[in-house]
């Protein structure tokens, strides 16, 4: 592999071969270049636009945080409610976006 860039791949051979748990904490979540949302745990923190048919939505991106075992259709949103939680996924999410040089939606 290049090492001219970062990446942000694990090796998973222990989960696939032996069953043990997943070495990730976090996921990460791109449309194309652009990071849309990051998931720790059962949080799932979101900014980005909404998509219609034609592409993106003109309306502007809204920060969303979802408690996906308590919603997993994600009809909730929980940014209000809990906005330390989502101020936290923010600024991890933006810390990653800087490291593998990925676009974040404004």
């Known amino acids: 592999m290049p090492h001219d860039r970062v990446y942000d791949g ?6 696939l071969r032996d069953g043990k748990a997943s070495p990730r904490t976090r996921f990460y979540y791109f449309l194309g270049k652009t990071l849309e949302a990051v998931r720790e745990g059962p949080w799932k923190y979101r ?44 600024a991890l999410m933006k810390q990653f976006a800087q490291e593998v040089g990925a676009e974040l939606a404004a």
């Open 47 to 90: 900014f980005a636009r909404d998509r219609t048919e034609s592409g993106a939505s003109p309306e502007p991106p809204v920060p969303e945080l979802f408690h996906l075992e308590w919603d997993p259709c994600e009809l909730y949103n929980l940014y209000d409610r809990r906005r330390e939680q989502a101020e936290r996924l923010a």
């Open 10 to 15: 694990v090796d998973l051979m222990p989960l």
